[in-house]
T-cell receptor, first 107, second 114 residues
């Protein structure tokens, strides 16, 4: 069966520190992968999506970047976190199956 | 580009009552349509989806939704709500061809009174 794993579940990071969130998918090949951010009380904002290894499309210019080093691995990164990067980050594959999310608090 | 409107920010119902959550979309052709549920601090769980065929779609947890092309709507229904249904509900629309990028509504918060 197809499953998606996302970690960590929660993260508290100081302003200016780096970030790396990882998402992996099992049971499927060449999936479309997505990173979303959900601010408190709001809907989902698409940040990045990828249709293959090394292929990243950015929807919103910001302090974050994404990489896809392997077919079923999608990483969200930042070199220096801002307070405004706080939120709930969700990975998805094939557009409609989501991971359990990472709650990021930047302090 | 597609768009989704969930007109109700909050909905309050009594346990055992029926439920209908509204979703309207804007898209030039027949889209793919989805409903998700999100409990606090959790990811999104897919309740049901519509790609084509029968316009009445059955989902998990006793939910169903009906695609009405003439009204550009995809409303979610449940005949009898349980207290455990209290959560945030999101409608989403994706283009039926080309790059598959869904657009989400702002969500409807369901409150269930005992």
């Amino acid at each position: 069966s197809q499953t998606i794993h996302q970690w960590p579940a929660t993260l508290v990071q100081p302003v200016g520190s780096p970030l790396s969130l990882e998402c992996t998918v099992e049971g499927t090949s060449n999936p479309n992968l997505y990173w979303y951010r959900q601010a408190a009380g709001r809907g989902l904002q698409l940040l990045f999506y990828s249709v293959g290894i090394g292929q990243i499309s950015s929807e919103v210019p910001q302090n974050l970047s994404a990489s896809r080093p392997q077919d079923r691995q999608f990483i969200l990164s930042s070199k220096k976190l801002l307070l405004s990067d706080s939120g709930f980050y969700l990975c998805a594959f094939n557009g409609y199956t989501f991971g359990s999310g990472t709650r990021l608090t930047v302090v | 580009a597609q768009s989704v409107t969930q007109p109700d920010i909050h909905i309050t119902v009594s346990e055992g009552a029926s439920l209908e959550l509204r979703c309207n979309y804007s898209y030039g052709a027949t889209p793919y349509l989805f409903w998700y549920v999100q409990s606090p601090g959790q990811g999104l769980q897919l309740l049901l989806k519509y790609f084509s065929g029968d316009t009445l779609v059955q989902g998990i947890k006793g939910f169903e939704a009906e695609f009405k092309r003439s009204q550009s709507s995809f409303n979610l229904r449940k005949p009898s709500v349980h207290w455990s249904d209290a959560a945030e509900y999101f409608c989403a629309v994706a283009p039926s061809g080309g790059s598959y990028i869904p657009t989400f509504g702002r969500g409807t918060s369901l409150i269930v009174h005992p």
